[in-house]
């Protein structure tokens, strides 16, 4: 899997010479609840117990250069699909992995990004969140639009129960 991370922080600070535009694809996992977080390799990640008694963590996704399908409709057959994973000790532990949608649009702050997905639940198969304190994981996002362009990204991230679980 091709990692962008480096890249694109070097494109940030104008260290590279990057692509113009959005017509060259990519994706970037993030975090956060309302709006796109950052998330590097080493990083911790919060469990959060939601409201139905599962676990799950917050996934978000900056999209540039794909189909972005129509975010009003989700029965709309130009929505891209995407899927999640956590893998721990070499399994995953997903209970939900793919969803289809449509992406919202990025905020300018987020360029060369155009579209983006935020606070999504990656739901876990767990019962406890103590059974992932301390633990490392590896998150990953694969979107893929309706032209069959595909995209990843993953990051490896420490796990901690969140503190009003």
Do not use: W
Request: glycine share 12%.
């Amino acid at each position: 899997m091709l990692r962008t991370r480096p890249f694109l922080l070097a494109c940030a600070l104008g260290l590279a010479a990057c692509p113009s535009g959005s017509e060259d694809p990519g994706v970037l996992l993030g975090t956060g609840e309302v709006e796109f977080e950052t998330v590097g390799d080493g990083d911790t990640m919060q469990v959060i117990r939601g409201p139905q008694g599962g676990y799950h963590l917050l996934g978000s996704v900056l999209v540039k250069g794909m189909e972005a399908g129509d975010p009003d409709d989700l029965g709309s057959d130009r929505n891209p699909t995407l899927t999640f994973d956590v893998v721990h000790d070499g399994a995953s532990i997903i209970l939900i992995d793919s969803i289809t949608q449509g992406l919202e649009d990025a905020p300018a702050s987020q360029a060369p990004f155009t579209h983006q997905v935020v606070g999504r639940f990656v739901v876990l198969d767990i019962t406890s969140d103590a059974e992932l304190d301390g633990e490392t994981v590896t998150m990953s996002i694969t979107v893929e639009d309706v032209q069959g362009e595909t995209q990843s990204d993953d990051v490896t991230v420490d796990l901690e129960p969140h503190p009003f679980n």
